[in-house]
């Protein structure tokens, strides 16, 4: 089991001249520690999880390429975007931009999105939930094509392109996680079109990873060739006193089939807490 890192709090002593070389210090340690995914939140607003709308937000893709200047082996994505934000050609172009800057290592993670208040406040769209999830596949479907040999058009309910043209194409085409734990229509387009789901460590786990073996063998997708990976809170304490319980959550997780972990980390800023995922969880959770 490989196990991730999310980035979400931009609250750092000093404020935000002192953000950039905060992050940067975090990025590398994570690398260092063996974190397989630096992960950062896609939104404009803090979300009510983490603190006050009022909380500093960067955006999600303007950092990514920040912290990929700042490595050169950890995997970069956001977790997730909001389908509404970007138009699909250019989401597709800023992963692309990502990759081919950060060497072949980004993700595209992509969701309908749900924080309604940080849309209506910015007076970003936020149709109903049925049109977002019809615009979350055309945007599934435009992503594909965007990164593939083709530049033909492409026409759909919602969007239309007249020629899906994206050069230069991605080192490597960007693994695509979709987030979210619906069983009609989420897992359904994982099925379809996802390389990873991405669900909560939830007593609904073991269900909605059924739903998904149904839903791969109703659009004949091998159930094996999708990553599932988990967010789930982990934290090993300030001196470890909790690294035996996490381990013995992630191996729990990795008997169900899960790959990936991805998590906060309480205090990552302090950089000992991600060495301690490095000495006594990244290695052990490695051989589950």
Known sequence: MKIGLQVSDFTVPGGP??????LRRTAVAAEDAGFARLA???HLWQIPANGSAEGEMLEAYTTLGYLAACTSRVELLTWVSAVMFREPALLAKCVTTL????????????????????????????????ERFDRLEETLQICRQMWSDEDKPYSGRHYTLERTLNAPQPLRRPPILVAGG????TLRLVAQYADACNLFASP???????????HCAAV???????EKTVVLPMDPGPRGEHVDAVLGELERLAGLGIAHAH???????????????????IPIAAAF
Request: proline fraction near 6%; charge should be negative.
């Open 263 to 281: 998590s906060r980390v309480p205090g990552a800023a302090g950089i000992a807490p991600l060495e301690l995922f490095g000495e006594r969880i």
């Open 99 to 130: 990759d081919v800057l950060s060497g072949g290592r980004a993700w595209l993670g992509v969701g309908a999105g749900w924080y309604a208040e940080e849309a209506r406040g910015l007076g970003l769209p936020f149709p109903s939930t049925a």
């Open 40 to 42: 950062v939140a896609d």
């Open 182 to 185: 619906g069983e009609r229509r």
């Open 204 to 214: 609904e786990l073991e269900r909605k990873l059924d739903v998904l073996r149904e």
């Open 17 to 22: 001249p002192a953000l950039a070389a905060e």
């Open 220 to 226: 004949g997708r091998n159930y094996d060739d999708i």
